[in-house]
């Protein structure tokens, strides 16, 4: 859909950082507007009861903001900054609402006008594309209930994602989740940007991620290939890391980055590997989260780490996280840890080494992907993983320590 000029005009009046001036001739052109296309819908990260983050890539270097406001009005406009500059002239849009107000319904729509050249430090504009108006509902501050549901290994599959989500995900019409977590290794290797498109965030616009946000933990697999270091790009993380930790209705989550699976000497990785470095990083950091009020307050606390520490074979990723996250986590009253990476979907229960249960999902192939869905409520959390041909292969209940 497009925009007049006119009306660009009379929205970025509000604004009022941007000087146009016609086409020239001579002008440096950056590139062609008539191809201007969104290469994504937007899609949402990071939502909590008072901000969210949209998301959306274009075809052509171009300024962008997104146009929103609760119930029926989008009077309200958002651009991403950065030292004083609106960000501009750029095809991967990030884009915070700030100040929403919780437990609302929030219409939206995204805009990008090409930037087609500068002459000087005048900016010539092109061709207006935007997205249809879009929807969220930002949780309440007091979220009672919360559902969720986890996929694990899809392996560059991203036919999973729709059958796994419409066949298990939702009761009726209406989807069982506020939101959808990766749990890693949704590619074998990441090459390009049009992958990532084409088999994870395509399939995710299509069924929830305009108005349901998701999030990816990286698994091994997400460290490879020659696109690996350009991912963060493409989603909203927390201080831009991949281990954070947040919270949604009575769930405190934690999200651990198990890194790659072989020593970091290991051949395949070039001498470009840096993880045991990394998940000792994050060992620190795990000793503040867990000693935290938020983590200690919460009634359940949820661990997502791709390679569990434990029942994942003896590689040394396997090794390494049990090495520095074993003890924190064994002492820190998790209710429930959630990984991939093995292939073969198992639950397993609270023991010496881990007193807490670890759910295992299974994938990539037919028969032996899972779906996890979580229904928590503040005394209870329903865990059940069901196998895609609808058999329940999990099933756990677990009674909140703290209400
Ligand atoms: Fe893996």
């Known amino acids: 859909m497009k925009t007049s000029r006119r009306a660009f005009l009379d929205k970025i009046a509000g604004i009022g950082v941007i000087s146009m001036v016609p086409a020239l001739a001579h002008s440096q052109e950056n590139n062609p507007t008539d191809t201007l296309k969104m290469l994504s819908q937007p899609y949402l990260q990071n939502l909590s009861s008072n901000g969210v983050t949209i998301m959306w890539t274009t075809s052509a270097n171009c300024f962008s903001w997104v146009e929103y406001g609760a119930g029926n009005y989008t009077s309200k406009r958002a651009v991403a900054y950065e030292n004083g500059l609106i960000q501009a002239n750029n095809r ?5 609402l700030p100040d929403l107000t919780p437990g609302k319904a929030h219409k939206y729509r995204v805009f990008s006008i090409a930037i087609i050249g500068y002459q000087g430090s005048k900016v010539l504009f092109g061709e207006t594309v935007s997205s249809k ?3 969220f509902t930002t949780p309440p501050l007091q979220e009672d209930e919360i559902g969720l549901v986890v996929l694990n290994d899809v392996h560059d599959r991203p036919q999973t994602i729709p059958q796994l989500l419409y066949r298990h995900g939702y009761t009726g ?20 940007e049009q992958q990532m498109i084409d088999h994870l965030i395509e399939p995710c616009t299509e069924i929830f991620a305009s108005s349901i946000p998701f999030l990816l933990t990286q698994g091994n697999h997400e460290c490879r290939g020659s696109f690996s270091r350009n991912i963060t790009q493409y989603y909203d993380y927390p201080e831009n890391r991949y281990y954070y930790a947040f919270d949604r209705g009575p769930i405190r989550f934690v999200v651990l980055d198990s890194g790659e699976d072989k020593t970091d000497d290991s051949v395949e990785y070039g001498g470009l590997s840096a993880f045991d470095r990394y998940r000792e990083e994050q060992a620190r950091w795990l000793e503040k989260e867990v000693a935290s009020t938020a983590f200690q307050q919460a009634p359940f606390r949820v661990v997502l780490i791709h390679i569990s520490p434990y029942h994942s074979g003896d590689w040394h990723g396997t090794l390494h996280c049990r090495k520095v996250f074993g003890p924190i986590l064994a002492k820190a009253k998790i209710d429930l840890q959630l990984s991939g990476h093995t292939h073969r979907y198992a639950v397993h229960q609270a023991d010496k080494d881990h007193p807490y249960p670890i759910i295992i999902g299974g994938g990539p192939l037919e028969g032996q992907r899972t779906l996890i869905k979580i229904q928590a409520s503040k005394k209870t959390m329903e865990v059940k993983m069901i196998r ?6 999990g099933l756990l209940s677990i009674s909140a320590k703290k209400a």
């Open 133 to 135: 108006m879009m929807s």
């Open 173 to 192: 019409s209406k989807p069982d989740f506020d939101f959808v977590v990766f749990n890693g290794d949704v590619f074998d290797w990441v090459s390009s």
């Open 92 to 96: 991967v849009n990030k884009i915070r």
């Open 388 to 393: 895609d041909d609808d058999e329940v292969v």
